[in-house]
């Protein structure tokens, strides 16, 4: 299967302002599950410089800059990929993993790169939480699928067109949240048990779904021998061949496809669009 993608972003200011440098996630990150066969970018105004970078997580990037002042800015990205099989089961343990566990404890060679994907505030309620979906599972892996699936049953997937986060503990009182929020939450319940977790943003494609395709974000976690596996509490499952992600972080804010920042005061109006077709 081919798919193609177009991703809008466009900003619009309230009067003509400088813009600083700029950071551009719209690089697909390599995976075996898709192939990427050409990718374009059309970026207005035209910038002064443009080079393609990796940031400290491994992340691809663009950086731009620009001279002129301008009263707004549009982002266009094109993607064309090809879809293979996947299997999210395709993986074997290392041998001796810890199960069950109240705080999971990885081999001394994973404390120092794992680091920032542990930290997490004290919340007594997450490890509780978590324990009651490890008790009715049989080993590691049946607990991670029974628990997102547990995440999905129990909080709603909802639309939520207000930027930023949602503080994990009050998505889990209001049972709500977008993508993001529940994808939030999950870490830090994995967090609390001692399970390295990150967040991931990019594409998911639905083939049952004609539009409405938007930047998505799901989790990964951390497995000695089987490495990231991802992980969609929107929608209960383990993530397969349809997602393509673009950024992965050990916060949210930091897998935004476009960062940067301009000078003055004007305020700023952002419009986004998302399409996934098949070729």
């Known amino acids: 299967m081919k798919l193609q993608i177009e991703h809008l972003t466009k900003y619009e200011y309230g009067e003509y302002v400088q813009l600083n440098t700029h950071e551009i996630y719209l690089t697909p990150l390599q995976r075996d599950n898709f192939t990427i066969l050409s990718a374009s970018m059309e970026i207005s105004p035209n910038p002064d410089g443009i080079y393609k970078r990796i940031n400290a997580e491994g992340n691809p990037f663009h950086q731009v800059w620009f001279n002129a002042e301008t009263d707004q800015l549009q982002i266009k990205s094109t993607v064309e990929v090809k879809i293979g099989g996947f299997n999210p089961f395709g993986f074997i343990l290392q041998p001796g993993l810890p199960f069950p566990f109240q705080y999971f404890e990885y081999p001394r060679k994973y404390h120092i790169p794992l680091y920032s994907y542990l930290k997490t505030e004290s919340n007594r309620d997450f490890p509780l939480y978590v324990a009651?979906?490890?008790?009715?599972?049989?080993?590691?892996?049946?607990?991670?699928?029974?628990?997102?699936?547990?995440?999905?049953?129990?909080?709603d997937h909802i639309i939520r067109l207000e930027e930023g986060l949602m503080e994990s503990m009050d998505t889990y009182l209001c049972k709500?949240?977008?993508?993001?929020?529940?994808?939030?939450m999950l870490i830090e319940m994995l967090r609390s048990v001692g399970l390295a977790s990150r967040f991931v943003s990019g594409y998911a494609y639905n083939p049952e779904l004609n539009e409405g395709h938007e930047l998505h974000g799901w989790v990964e976690v951390f497995l000695p021998g089987a490495g990231w596996i991802g992980l969609d509490p929107s929608l209960g499952l383990m993530t397969d061949q349809y997602y393509i992600p673009l950024a992965t972080s050990y916060h949210p804010s930091y897998t935004l496809p476009i960062m940067g920042t301009y000078g003055g005061l004007a305020e700023a109006r952002?419009?986004?669009?998302?399409?996934?077709?098949?070729?």
């Open 132 to 155: 009651s979906v490890m008790a009715q599972s049989d080993n590691l892996i049946s607990f991670l699928v029974d628990l997102v699936a547990s995440v999905h049953a129990k909080w």
């Open 176 to 184: 709500k949240g977008s993508c993001r929020d529940l994808s939030w």
């Open 270 to 279: 952002l419009f986004s669009e998302v399409l996934i077709k098949e070729l």
